[in-house]
């Protein structure tokens, strides 16, 4: 089952919409940037988000240690370090300062095709 992004990804990145969760298909890189709420490494753990068709970039950022931290490492371990595509379910918090920075909350597929579509985030 394939289905849209919940709005287009250069729409996102400019509006910026608060406090909704969002699942969007996007290319995961690891990264080191960390800035304003996402500032301290030992923290969170930094990610580029890029998607198909876009030059911008959003930085996903997951709590150091947790499990969707640990999956990421798995999945791009399993890549070989490079780009990969997931669909991953984002959020960017209510009065966040970070203007690249989103919170990823959840791994919802390991292709950009679902297989079981998982409950909207909504």
Known sequence: LFRSQPMPWDKFVAARPAGTSMDFRVYVEPDNFYSHEFADPSRWTSY???????????FGYTAAGSEVAAQLQ?????????????????IIP??????????????????WLYIDP???GS
Do not use: A, K, M, Y
């Open 94 to 111: 209510e009065g966040l300062l970070s203007r690249r920075g989103v919170v990823i909350e959840e791994i919802l597929s390991v292709r």
């Open 74 to 90: 798995t999945l791009l371990e399993q890549n070989g370090g490079r780009r990969t595509s997931l669909i991953l379910r984002l």
């Open 48 to 58: 580029r988000l890029t998607t198909l068709n876009s030059d911008e970039t959003l």
């Open 118 to 120: 998982p409950d909207s």
